[in-house]
């Protein structure tokens, strides 16, 4: 098994890339970094999720050097990505002086233009604000001696060619260029004959992959409630062992705390253990001593527990192979097994991917509601007060402010207010980035507005049948459809929104690539 220490780079990366907690390359990154490392034309072919960003990124940074000009440039269909791709390379050279620039349509040109006279070395940019910026003179691209086209594929779909084009002329010919895609269609294929110089094709094959005979679920969370969404789903299972797997290690030292802190018999494995750590957590395993086993993929390799009833995807796998190597880890030796896989909004389009892959739907289980999961922290919060009443004397410190309060407050405002202020980061269920504001929809639903409608053949039935099977809710449960000659209106429960948003913007319905965005609010009528 290959580590990033193998890579010939230098030891601020790998200081970066341990503290991203990466713990071994993806099989795109251990194919892809020593060539680009090599300085000739890459193209690299893997599907979406198995780490393609940090697959350039790490050779890119370590190429990149301080000098205040413009040494890359990153070429990617949407702003989303352009600011999520400079902000894994940002964490890459935590330890290296390096400025990474995202530039995008939507934001204050004159706010990129001041940035980009500091003086950047990487931009990280959507084609149409850079070929904006080139034509303006504010972007030089002179001294550009990497050039990269991220989500190839994506860019073509969203009409980005002649752009590209008109930008790769422009950079410097003694460039090396790396082309990243999920898929190669013709046109991509034409554009890195004509502007690469005879590149490299790495291709990491899908493989076939079929899922074992496993029960399988998935279940929506949302990113901030996860460990108590988490906690609900074991706790309404009947557990023997479970496995439970996070991305990282950092991920596992954290979900480990978490869990132990919550009371559950949980300990982690992750590659930083020494050998005998590892066998101890493993024998505690075995024993059943521990309920749970909490690992990242490396980390369990080789474990063949027969008693594993289920496999908990914390962290929803990186590839299909990661999927099927995890849940093949439960229902051995003709046991029953369980497969349960947390999914946020952000992660719908890679569930999607990986169902493609295995050739099967994986269906959704309704979470706990929310309801719920805020009475499970009521009545840990309630506890906790119990205790510190319980096991402390009461300071005097606050026995003037509380004689205060009281005096001028009652009693349970005074109590409601402190617990707000203690517990208010643990409150807001509701705001993980999704607020749509007042969308025109009726109450408890959420209303989207599509840039589509009868120009595509859309119907009711269509997007109805689409939006059920995305997020797994009965057809019945969707609201108000209208479909208009270009664009359509449809509202959805509020609980499944932030699923639909990040599943069906920049998708396809009908064939037709479409963009999906929370509805204006109806104007009033007089
Ligand atoms: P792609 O571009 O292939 O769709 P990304 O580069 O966006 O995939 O990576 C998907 C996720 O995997 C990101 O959250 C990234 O930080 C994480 N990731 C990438 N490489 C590794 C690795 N070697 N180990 C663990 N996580 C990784
Ligand atoms: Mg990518």
Known sequence: MMKFEDFQISNEIKKAIKDMGFEAPSPIQERVIPEILKRVDVIGQAQTGTGKTAAFGIPLIERVDQSKNIQSLILTPTRELAIQVAGELQKLSKYKKVQTLPIYGGQSIGHQIRALKRGVQVVVGTPGRVLDHLNRGTLKLQNVHTLILDEADEM????????????????????????????????????????????????????????????????????????????????????????????????????????????????????????????????????????????????????????????INYDIPQDPESYVHRIGRTGRAGREGFA???????????????????????????LPSVEEVVEKQQHTWKQQIIDLMEESETSSLYDELVTELLQDYPPEKVVSSLMKLAFYSHTDLEDDGYDFGDTGAQKGMTRFFINVGRNVELTPKKIVEEVSQLVGISQKAIGRIDIFDNFTFIEVPEEVAPFVYEGLKYSRLNGARINLEPAKPRPKRK
């Open 340 to 366: 349960l896989t947390l999914v946020t909004p952000r992660e719908m389009k890679h569930l999607r991917s990986i169902e493609a892959e295995i050739k099967m739907a994986i269906p959704s289980q309704g």
């Open 156 to 311: 073509l779909d969203m009409g980005f060619i002649d752009d590209i084009e008109k930008i790769l002329q422009q950079v410097n010919r003694e460039r090396q260029t790396m082309l990243f895609s999920a898929t190669m269609p013709p046109p991509i294929r034409k554009l890195s004959n004509k502007y690469m110089k005879q590149p490299k094709q790495i291709t990491i094959s899908k493989g076939e992959v079929t899922a074992p005979s496993i029960n399988q679920v998935y279940y929506k969370v949302l990113e901030k409630n996860k460990i108590d969404s988490l906690c609900r789903v074991i706790d309404s299972e009947t557990i023997d062992l479970g496995i439970i797997f996070c991305r990282t290690k950092k991920g596992v030292a954290e979900l480990t705390e978490a869990l132990q802190a919550r009371g559950y018999m949980a300990d982690g494995l992750h590659g930083d253990l020494t050998q005998s750590q590892r066998d101890s957590v493993m024998k505690k395993f075995r024993d059943s001593t521990i309920e749970f086993l909490i690992a990242t993929d490396v980390a369990a390799r080789g474990i063949d527990v027969d008693k594993v009833s289920h496999v």
